[in-house]
């Protein structure tokens, strides 16, 4: 997949404008606060529609009510344009003209590597679940549809336990059961390839000792039904329901330990990079054609070694964007952001 043409509309700081793109590796070099990142941001958000809630209205430009972004596209099949508006905390997508829903984006279009990334590793589980239900919504419309469906029984569920409605978590807790054992199923399938796919990242980019990718969930598939009976009296003290995936966490271990606890930061970022290697195999496998490569702020916490292997994945990728405070010598194609304003330099 090629990104030909971004064009942005009150999104962030970024000026209104058509920003064009080529094959191989593009570097986007400025000061901090101009607006790299947002750049990438954008191109994530329109081919994925992925983007916390909570953030959407923060994406429209300052004493703006809407955003637009468009994305024109180059894929194996012939072109395609995405399309996403943004107002009031709500976002319209399109593809080819036609309204679609997340779940129905290119969601393999895409794999975004930050330095962030680390706090997969060092943060909380919620963020770890995070990184596991985008990537298996990005391959599993049937686990988008589910997560999804799943999130609203989980809030309609938990407000009976705040009303003390016991008579209605019967129906909730059939249904939880239902959508949380799929949602377990696929991940438990899917956990092993991202261990695989992972672990032999992890030792080609120069990680240290050995990568450990579990799950560490609250209940099991066969005791969801009955872990809800012996859990009743504990969920309505807390007001919340205390099992099933929302609840489980992915574990990621180093050298036998836990990687939250013993890794350094150097560690952290070769771990965070490993897992976004293994998305990017995925996602090559589930669609068979390379996703485009967005890195942020290139250097930052990455030692010559972890640099140079991103780079040859960037080489290895159709088309890659990078950003950081200097030009990347690397690159095919180089601009310069300054003040919101992309502007081609070579």
């Given amino acids: 997949m090629i990104l030909r043409l971004l064009t942005t509309l009150n999104y962030r700081n970024l000026r209104d404008q058509d920003m064009r793109f080529e094959d191989g590796i593009h570097s986007i070099s400025g000061l901090n606060g101009q607006g790299k990142t947002n750049v990438l941001e954008a191109i994530y958000l329109v081919l994925t529609g992925v983007v916390d809630a909570g953030r959407l209205q923060q994406l429209v430009r300052f004493e703006e009510t809407e955003a637009y972004v468009k994305a024109t596209l180059e894929r194996d099949e012939g072109h395609s344009i995405a399309e996403v508006g943004?107002?009031?905390g709500k976002r319209l997508m399109k593809l080819d003209g036609i309204r679609v829903k997340s779940a129905e984006l290119l969601r393999g279009g895409a794999v975004f590597i930050a330095p962030e990334d680390s706090e997969i590793v060092f943060g909380s589980p919620s963020g770890r679940r995070k990184f596991?239900?985008?990537l298996l919504s990005k391959i599993s419309a049937r686990y988008a549809q589910g997560l999804d469906l799943y999130q609203k029984n989980l809030a309609q569920r938990n407000a009976a336990l705040k009303n003390d409605e016991q008579w209605a978590l019967e129906v909730f807790d059939a249904k939880l059961t239902e959508l949380g054992t799929l949602l377990m199923d696929?991940?438990?399938r899917a956990i092993q390839k991202i261990q695989q796919y992972a672990s032999d990242a992890h030792t080609r980019?120069?990680?240290?000792?050995?990568?450990g990718i579990t799950l560490q969930e609250t209940t099991s598939i066969q005791g969801y039904a009955r872990d809800f009976l012996l859990r009743r009296s504990e969920e309505f003290a807390r007001q919340s329901t205390v099992i099933g995936p929302h609840r489980d966490d992915l574990v990621l271990t180093l050298r036998g330990q836990p990687a939250s606890d013993f890794a350094s930061r150097g560690e952290a970022r070769t771990i965070a990079l490993a897992l976004r290697y293994a998305e990017y195999e995925l996602l090559f496998e589930r669609y068979q054609e390379n996703p485009i490569l967005l890195i942020d702020d290139f250097s930052a916490?990455?030692?010559p070694e972890r640099r140079n292997a991103l780079i040859e994945l960037a080489k290895r990728s159709p088309q890659a964007l990078i950003t950081g405070t200097?030009?990347?010598p690397h690159a095919a194609h180089h601009y310069r952001m300054e003040g919101g304003h992309?502007?081609?330099i070579q």
Wanted: aromatic share 0%.
């Fill in 86 to 88: 943004i107002g009031r």
């Fill in 132 to 134: 596991l239900d985008d």
């Fill in 186 to 188: 696929l991940r438990q």
């Fill in 205 to 211: 980019i120069g990680g240290r000792g050995e990568l």
């Fill in 301 to 303: 916490e990455l030692d």
């Fill in 326 to 328: 200097e030009p990347l």
């Fill in 342 to 344: 992309l502007e081609r």
